[in-house]
DNA sequence: GTTATGACGGCAT
DNA sequence: TATGCCGCCATAA
């Protein structure tokens, strides 16, 4: 489980809405991933039930946007609808209010 | 085989 | 604030 795609699948489910963790945070709670994995992970996993834009860039920023700026844009669209506050130069507000902590998620594996 | 490039991140300039 | 570099690693050229 412990490095696992699953496991990175079973995590960013857990991110509360309106709340993000950055893609480092998903990397280090899923070592021995890297912030690089999780997100070519994600990539791949746009089709599948998962709550894809709960997770940012470590500074706020939708790196999805490289990809695709229309991705980045239902992005934000998504995010706000759940009530994440964005800063006027249109990032995520990094404060430990809108940055979920796995810690608290009382995380059960199998 | 080697290089470049990505939904990255941290540190040094 | 803004680049640049390096570590990371799968993929494509």
Do not use: N
Not at 33 to 57: H, N, S
Request: net charge neutral.
């Amino acid at each position: 489980m412990r490095g696992s795609v699953e496991q990175v699948y079973a995590l960013v489910r857990r991110i509360p809405a309106g709340k993000v963790m950055s893609y480092g945070q998903v990397a280090a709670w899923c070592a021995p991933l890297t912030a690089r994995q999780v997100g070519r992970i994600l990539a791949g996993a746009l089709e599948d039930d998962l709550p894809w834009w709960r997770v940012v860039g470590s500074d706020g920023r939708l790196r999805i946007h490289k990809r695709d700026p229309m991705l980045a844009q239902l992005q934000r669209a998504y995010l706000q609808q759940e009530g994440v506050i964005f800063t006027a130069d249109g990032r995520v507000q990094m404060t430990p209010e809108q940055v979920a902590d796995p810690a608290t998620f009382e995380v059960e594996f199998s």
